[in-house]
């Protein structure tokens, strides 16, 4: 008797182990695939590898959150991708060239074509740099005077000359020459030994369609001074979202 029970109940396992067919869920009447699982899955024990050999990589897809196999050169490529976002440009010329005049406001470098970057964000034009999307930017800007160490007659009104970035008319950053101020020239003014290289180095959040400008307030700066050589480089690129 007993193996008769045995008998009809490996059949009947039997029976359902061959006669299934389709999908299969857990928690979910209507399996879209052949094992559908409406819930979390966790995996208690997984063995390390050292290397990529024999081995890919799964991954969901969002929309249908359908598991699937990434092919690896997607990675590859996306490794090598060029950040489009990069932009350096410099400019070495007397102060007339650099677009600097003797006022004590600030006013845009003039910089020739991208050195880096080309024309798809940096406006030679114009000067301007056109923030492509949302995110945190690296922006470094310095200003240097062909001599190390200059003379300059610093008028009472101008104050201290400076380098900024601009996002449209808003300042977002600024940097000041140092110095050491010698009164000789009594109420007409003050005779000042400054150290003529300054830079901004920082990480800022733009938008997309931000317009970004270096600029520079000479601050009542002799004219004759701008005869000589100077230097002004800017590097900008987005390095997080």
Do not use: H, W
Request: hydrophobic content about 40%; some cysteine.
């Amino acid at each position: 008797m007993k193996t008769k029970l045995y008998l009809l109940g490996m059949l009947c396992i039997s029976s359902l182990a061959f006669t299934q067919s389709g999908n299969v869920g857990i928690n979910t009447e209507t399996p879209s695939a052949t094992l559908d699982i409406n819930g979390n899955l966790k995996v208690r024990t997984t063995p390390t590898s050292g290397t990529l050999t024999n081995y890919t990589v799964l991954g969901i897809n969002n929309t249908t959150k359908e598991v699937t196999n990434l092919d690896n050169t997607l990675f590859a490529s996306a490794s090598t991708t060029t950040n489009g976002t990069v932009t350096k440009v410099s400019a070495t010329g007397i102060g007339s060239v650099l677009g600097l005049t003797l006022t004590n406001g600030f006013q845009k470098i003039n910089f020739p074509a991208a050195v880096i970057g080309g024309t798809a964000n940096f406006n030679a034009a114009t000067d301007v740099y056109t923030v492509p999307s949302d995110g945190i930017y690296s922006v470094k800007f310095s200003f240097r005077y062909g001599n190390g160490v200059q003379l300059r007659l610093l008028s009472l009104t101008g104050g201290d000359p400076r380098i900024a970035i601009f996002n449209g008319t808003t300042l977002v950053d600024e940097s000041i020459f140092s110095g050491a101020n010698v009164n000789l020239l009594g109420v007409l003014g003050v005779l000042s030994l400054i150290v003529s290289e300054t830079d901004i180095d920082s990480v800022y959040r733009f938008n997309a369609g931000d317009q970004i400008t270096f600029q520079s307030n000479q601050s009542g700066i002799n004219l004759d001074l701008l005869s000589e050589n100077i230097r002004a480089s800017a590097v900008i690129y987005k390095i997080s979202n």
